[in-house]
């Protein structure tokens, strides 16, 4: 039961050219910084990454667009990231656009073996071009289907060794959905502790949907735009 691992570059030893990755995060928040790095130094390519954005141009996963590791990106929004804008406007990028609730409950449906689900959101956009539509109780709605993918890569609060975690605040973001719904979930934590010193009713990801789990170190946690009150 004891899944954990020595570092990063242990923990990513079989993610491979071509590799489909979730990756928590919302913005710069929660990034699994160490992980990415990992994956940066290994330079493994072709990655298709479901992620709710990809960064800044230089922070998050944004070295990892910069030095043409990615394929394709499902995201939410193209953000704060100038390479990620390029790269999609010139086509070298593919890029899969989806709407946030939605892009949660496809990741959820995943984790929960949901083949599809039906959702008024996008109706009569270009997301919807090509789906399947449905009129449910008066209302046009378009068949969406569920996200999985080869590896998870997410940062927690706290995790015991056996693979239980405890998120804090916003970092919990997409984070705890997409354990469920990887193959093979790879977690890096703030505060690694021993089995038992967990309380079981705070745990947000049981540790059925763990893989691999190590204690990260050098945390930045950075701010994607930082804004302070003016000093008087």
Known sequence: MN????????????????????????????NPENLIAALHAKG????????????????????????????????????ENKVFEQKFLS?????ELCPQGTFAERIRAGGAGIRGFYTPTGVGTLIA??????????????????LTADFAIVRAWKGDRWG?????????????????????????????????????????VPSIYVQRIFQGSNYQKWIERRTVTPRP
Request: proline residues 2%; charged residues 25%; glycine residues 10%.
């Open 3 to 30: 899944k954990t691992v020595k570092d990063a570059a242990e923990a990513i030893r079989d993610i491979q050219d071509g590799a489909s990755i979730m990756s928590g995060g919302f913005g710069l928040c929660g």
């Open 44 to 79: 493994v390519k072709n990655l298709t990454i479901i992620s709710n954005n990809c960064g800044t141009t230089d922070l998050g996963l944004g070295p990892l667009l910069k030095a043409g590791q990615v394929k394709k990106m499902i995201s939410t929004y193209v953000g």
């Open 91 to 95: 086509g070298e990028l593919e890029v």
């Open 129 to 146: 071009e090509g789906k399947e539509t449905r009129v449910l109780d008066g209302k046009e709605c378009v068949l969406e289907k569920p």
């Open 164 to 204: 239980n975690l405890v998120f804090r605040r916003t970092t919990r973001n997409f984070s705890s959905l997409m354990c469920t719904a990887a193959r093979c979930t790879i977690v890096e934590v703030e505060h690694l502790v021993e089995v038992g010193q967990l309380d079981p009713d705070a745990i947000h």
